[in-house]
């Protein structure tokens, strides 16, 4: 596999965007976990693209707020900068269904369950429109299972990100590290 300049993290509302994006910048990758600091979405904004460290990733939910996006509206503008397709890998991230609606009604991100479920449909045929619609490279996360903290899963994940994770990289991971779906399930 060609040495990857952009990680695309996206998936349905509550699947763990986060959580993913920050195993990439726990390792070094430039990028941010968090909504409201995310380096890329300024920097792109301001057409600062010079500024961009690579290997860097970039999350998104889908939807975005109250925003239906399309992948070209969030890369189209570095594309037209130099970076090729073939450097970007979209990292899709799962999530058992009932955990993920649980959470999108308890943070807000939909009114009733039965709307988070309708959302996290929508989402994945979107996502996944959009990887064949520009033939993307893609691979598949699950928070179901990297959550658990298991050193086994965080090395495989790392390993087919094609990226070196050192044991101390694993370890802090681990420790921030927390499985939401127990609370989801009644098991806390």
């Not at 044991?167 to 939401?180: A, D």
């Amino acid at each position: 596999m060609a040495k990857i300049k952009l990680y695309l993290v996206v998936g349905g509302e509550s699947t763990g965007t986060k959580f993913t994006t920050m195993l990439l910048t726990e390792a070094g990758v430039f990028g941010d976990p968090e909504n409201e600091t995310q380096r890329m979405n300024k920097l792109v904004a301001d057409k600062k693209f010079d500024e961009i460290i690579y290997p860097a990733v970039w999350k998104r939910s889908c939807p975005a707020g109250p925003v239906w996006w399309k992948f070209y509206d969030m890369i189209g503008p570095l594309l037209e900068n130099g970076l090729d397709i073939d450097d970007v890998l979209v990292i899709v991230t799962t999530r058992d269904w009932y955990c993920a609606a649980c959470s999108a009604v308890n943070r807000g991100h939909s009114k009733t369950f039965e709307d988070a479920m309708d959302k996290l449909s929508r989402a994945y045929q979107r996502i996944f429109n959009e990887i064949a619609k520009h033939n993307m490279k893609y691979k598949m996360t699950s928070y179901d299972i990297l959550s658990t903290g298991s050193e086994k899963a965080l090395a495989s994940f790392y390993e087919q990100m094609d990226m070196l994770a050192d044991k101390r990289t694993i370890e802090k991971v681990i420790s921030k590290t927390k499985n939401q779906n127990l609370k989801h399930l009644g098991m806390t």
